[in-house]
DNA sequence: GCCGTTTTCGGCCCGACTGTTTTCAGTCG
């Protein structure tokens, strides 16, 4: 059973035990382990060897006992009698928007139904206006919720998201008396996917942008209109919301917004250590209740005694304690990054020649590419064979002359690593090569041994230089190979192979819980774009928040080296 | 159920909006 499992499964007892009525704080228990599993940076098997599930935060000694238990046996006694209880149909009810565990409670007890389409069933016939402490009005929005269920496809991936806040943003920072207007939430700390967008505006007056954003195009439902929020459901079922807040108090509004809401928490907290109460508003002194205006957030944290942390590192994963301690990581910007080592070209399935994607590469600032064409394995995308292979060293050879010193261009390749483990180029060909990537592009589902062991193979031949996108996860729906990390984690820093951050937005892959573990075993990262176009080039932004997530600097990055740094590593290995 | 530079027991962040309410509960973030 795996950490993403082992999450699902706590994830399912919390919303049981909320459902039936458990008290409060004993479901957030079973949520907050959860959550720490989801984002874990190494498998719990391995914590439990060790024994030390419980330096996992939020799991004591209950939870750890049931992690043992489901490692052992795959089963937990504790959650098969929970779910004669309680039926698991009902956990669903709960993605529901508008419901909640009491309705859900109230509904199943009462009307003795179970399954998502008996309640749209029971909604439309109208039995659900006269249950206590509901009317027509929660019908229907509950029947609206279902609706919208069915639309949204789940989580919205940041490729999506981010274009979408920017350009609600943009709109309402024309709206008159609107002094700033800031994407906020998950995706103002830059996760790989999002639940919806959350907008932060300082105005004095709420009415004008709340008017401009209830009509912005597109939006489908509104659903709900207050002084300080509202919130909007576009046609694809993404969800928008919109806090306005006076300029004044814009920094702790931010602050607020932004989250997680864990970090959140742990800030509260050591806000009233410190004698004030810390809320959307402002910082309150506890006693006398004077109140401390913050217009910045860099003022809210400082009051803390806190210096200002970025958002990408709020997620309460020791970011707090490491700003007390006056530790936090200088983080790597994609100013930072001078090298590009994933770029296709017309060679493969790229859209452009060396020398256009080259020219590309140039104007926005890097000093080194690497061309890294398809091997001829992939024969989907033109992979090339070796004739053509040794054809493309001569164009690479001409466009170095053309744009002479100002760029650095290697010859490399990205080459798959078959079923079997070996390469698809034969050694000889990859010994005179400037730099190799290695692939899992087929065979992805194939079990954690065999897939593992092909990994470890790549990685061990002594010409690969970088392993690229090592899970080959595809967001939002491919899950990513069984791959048993800390092997690879392994064999990588063993091997002094660098691993990928691929910059793709529906790639992302390493993700941060797994970059973060690499910079802790001293790994090198790569982050890549894996262009195909010159557009590609200029989505390192996304690969480069990911490595900040995971708390890498720039002497991380191989990307982010001096030229020279980088061509005498290459030619140490 | 977890956790401790206030506590090993008694807390566990704080507020907006909606609907069904005549003072509040439920949901959400």
């Given at each position: 059973m795996n950490n993403r499992e082992l999450a699902d499964t706590f994830t399912l007892i919390a919303d049981l035990l909320e459902i039936k009525g458990e008290i409060i704080y004993k479901t957030l228990a079973y949520r907050k382990a959860a959550e720490s599993l989801a984002v874990l940076d190494r498998d719990a098997k391995a914590y439990w060897k060790e024994g030390t599930l419980r330096e996992i935060p939020g799991v004591g000694e209950a939870i750890a006992g049931k992690i043992e238990e489901l490692l052992k046996t795959g089963k937990l006694k504790f959650l098969t009698k929970l779910k004669k209880e309680v039926p698991p149909s009902l956990a669903e009810w709960l993605k529901v928007p508008g419901l909640g565990s009491k309705k859900v409670g109230l509904i199943w007890k009462t009307l003795k139904i179970k399954t998502l389409p008996q309640l749209e069933k029971a909604a439309r016939a109208g039995k659900l206006r006269d249950l206590p402490g509901m009317g027509a009005k929660s019908e229907a929005a509950i029947l609206a919720g279902i609706e919208s269920l069915a639309r949204r496809s789940g989580r919205i991936p940041l490729a999506r998201a981010y274009p979408l806040a920017l350009e609600i943003a943009a709109a309402l920072?024309?709206?008159?008396?609107?002094?700033?207007?800031?994407p906020a939430g998950s995706l103002r700390r830059m996760r790989s996917d999002v639940g919806d967008i959350d907008i932060l505006i300082a105005a004095a007056h709420s009415g004008a942008v709340m008017e401009a954003f209830t009509s912005l195009p597109g939006v489908a439902r509104v659903l709900g209109r207050g002084e300080t929020k509202s919130s909007v459901e576009f046609g694809d079922g993404v969800r928008a919301q919109v806090w306005v807040h006076p300029p004044e108090r814009f920094g702790t509004a931010l602050q607020y917004a932004t989250g997680s809401k864990d970090h959140n928490v742990k800030l509260r907290e050591l806000a009233l250590k410190k004698g004030y109460s810390l809320s959307e508003h402002a910082l309150k002194r506890t006693n006398g209740g004077s109140e401390i205006l913050?217009?910045?957030?860099?003022?809210?944290?400082?009051?803390?005694?806190?210096?200002?942390?970025?958002?990408?590192?709020?997620?309460?994963?020791?970011?707090?304690?490491?700003?007390?301690?006056?530790?936090?990581?200088?983080?790597?910007?994609?100013?930072?990054?001078?090298?590009?080592?994933?770029?296709?070209?017309?060679?493969?399935?790229?859209?452009?020649?060396?020398?256009?994607?080259?020219?590309?590469?140039?104007?926005?600032?890097?000093?080194?590419?690497?061309?890294?064409?398809?091997?001829?394995?992939?024969?989907?995308?033109?992979?090339?064979?070796?004739?053509?292979?040794?054809?493309?060293?001569e164009e690479i050879r001409r466009a170095q002359e053309t744009l002479g010193g100002a760029i650095t261009i290697l010859h490399g390749s990205e080459v798959e690593i078959r079923a079997d483990g070996t390469l698809d180029y034969p050694d000889e060909i990859l010994a005179g090569l400037d730099l190799v990537v290695a692939s899992l592009h087929t065979g992805l589902r194939q079990p954690r041994e065999k897939v593992t062991a092909r990994a470890l193979k790549a990685i061990r031949n002594p010409h690969v230089d970088i392993l690229a996108h090592p899970?080959?996860?595809?967001?939002?729906?491919?899950?990513?190979?069984?791959?048993?990390?800390?092997?690879?984690?392994?064999?990588?820093?063993?091997?002094?192979?660098?691993?990928?951050?691929?910059?793709?937005?529906?790639?992302?892959?390493?993700?941060?819980?797994?970059?973060?573990?690499?910079?802790?075993?001293?790994?090198?990262?790569?982050?890549?774009?894996?262009?195909?176009?010159?557009?590609?080039?200029?989505?390192?932004?996304?690969?480069?928040s990911i490595a900040r997530r995971a708390w890498l600097g720039k002497e991380d990055v191989i990307n982010a080296w001096p030229v020279e740094k980088l061509l005498a590593w290459l030619k140490k290995r």
């Open positions: 920072k024309k709206v008159p008396g609107v002094v700033s207007a800031e913050c217009a910045t957030e860099l003022e809210v944290y400082r009051t803390l005694g806190l210096p200002w942390i970025p958002p990408e590192l709020r997620e309460d994963h020791g970011e707090v304690e490491a700003a007390r301690q006056g530790r936090l990581p200088r983080l790597i910007e994609t100013k930072d990054i001078v090298g590009d080592f994933h770029i296709h070209t017309t060679g493969s399935d790229g859209r452009l020649s060396v020398l256009e994607m080259a020219r590309a590469a140039l104007k926005r600032g890097r000093k080194a590419i690497a061309i890294t064409d398809h091997s001829v394995g992939l024969g989907i995308a033109g992979g090339l064979d070796i004739a053509r292979h040794e054809r493309q060293a899970t080959g996860r595809l967001l939002p729906d491919r899950e990513g190979a069984d791959l048993d990390m800390e092997a690879v984690f392994a064999a990588a820093a063993e091997a002094g192979v660098a691993l990928e951050i691929n910059s793709h937005p529906n790639r992302l892959d390493l993700d941060d819980p797994h970059a973060r573990r690499a910079k802790e075993l001293g790994i090198p990262i790569a982050i890549n774009t894996d262009a195909h176009s010159e557009e590609d080039l200029d989505r390192l932004f996304y690969g480069v």
